[in-house]
DNA sequence: TCATTGATTTCA
DNA sequence: GAAATCAATGAT
């Protein structure tokens, strides 16, 4: 038997919860059955200071939600074409999320929404509350391998090459 | 390696 | 207002 995860999971920090969301489901409960998908692929974005995170820029209309108390969803649209899916972490104020990049069945970050129906509503929502969304704790502990994260060169280093992407190994 | 694509941000 | 930017993908 598996359960939702609570608030609790989310309140550590994005390196934190990246790791440990890495391995887990997400739940999408679309119309009548749930589908879960384990998530193999997370990178880290550690707000304010880290270059390569949005909200490091300022607080702006779309990086608001990322502000927003852990648990939350952060989607926003990049390239005109790809919906982008992050999960708050932290306390509220912090801004800090992490992107998950990859699920089974579905590798790349631009294909795990598309794939799950993710899009701009599911903005904001909460993994805790929400009845069409939410994490469950699969009981896996998988080995996992960590990386640069990948499609954010503009930012610079030392960001570029923190090893804040996680995947399970394989 | 290049075109696609449109919301967001930045600059004037 | 207008221009540049972008956590990517798929076709070539």
């Not at 598996?2 to 997400?26: P, Q």
């Not at 974005?45 to 939350?72: I, N, V, W």
């Not at 699920?103 to 993994?127: A, M, W, Y």
Request: charged residues 25%.
């Amino acid at each position: 038997m598996t359960s939702r995860l609570e608030r609790t999971f989310f309140l550590d920090d994005a390196v934190t919860v990246a790791r440990m969301m890495t391995g887990m489901y997400i739940v999408i409960n679309a119309g009548e059955r749930a589908e879960r998908y384990l998530i193999t692929e997370t990178e880290a974005y550690l707000g304010q200071t880290d270059k390569a995170c949005h909200a490091s820029r300022g607080r702006t209309g779309r990086t608001e939600p990322m502000f927003l108390e852990g648990g939350h969803l952060y989607i926003y649209f990049v390239y005109g074409m790809h919906w982008m899916l992050n999960v708050v972490s932290g306390p509220a104020e912090s801004p800090q999320a992490v992107l998950i990049r990859g699920v089974q069945h579905f590798s790349g970050p631009g294909r795990v929404t598309k794939g799950l129906g993710i899009d701009g509503s599911f903005n904001r929502e909460d993994l805790t509350r929400s009845r069409r969304v939410w994490m469950e704790d699969s009981g896996l502990r998988p080995e996992l391998v960590a990386g640069p994260r990948v499609g954010i060169n503009y930012a610079g280093e030392p960001w570029v090459s923190k090893p804040w992407r996680f995947m399970i190994k394989n």
